[in-house]
């Protein structure tokens, strides 16, 4: 099963209000919410689509943020592990990202998910 959000689509309550008026001015004046608002829904996630099998397999991670993911550390010259761990513990990345779930599922990648 391919898994993959509507970015476009904005959520009826802001997912990051915990987070109090000034530290989310921070996020939203930050390189994360550029990211976020301009490339995140356009990666080109439907390019993979052919690399899965709806019938077969567990749910895929959330498209965009995975392909999200490896740009990330792309852009910041960081090794698998601190990718990994920058994506479970980084709120820009949680914002970048459109990680709204704070769930293990969504905020944590196993090194095998990056690699493979």
């Known amino acids: 099963m391919i898994y993959v959000k509507d970015h ?3 959520d009826m309550f802001s997912p990051f209000e915990h987070l109090g008026p000034k530290r989310l001015a921070l996020l939203e004046s930050s390189w994360a919410h550029l990211f976020r608002e301009e490339i995140l829904h356009r ?3 439907k390019k993979l689509f052919h690399l899965f099998d709806d019938g077969k397999g567990r749910p895929t991670k959330e498209l965009h943020a995975m392909l999200g993911l ?3 550390q792309q852009m910041e010259d960081l090794t698998d592990d601190q990718a990994i761990r920058q994506y479970a513990l980084n709120i820009e990345w949680h914002y970048a990202l459109n990680i709204t779930d704070p769930s293990d ?3 944590y990648v196993a090194h ?3 690699w493979g």
């Open 8 to 10: 476009k689509q904005y």
């Open 43 to 45: 990666l080109p996630v």
């Open 70 to 72: 490896v740009l990330l």
């Open 112 to 114: 095998r998910t990056l």
């Open 105 to 107: 599922s969504s905020c």
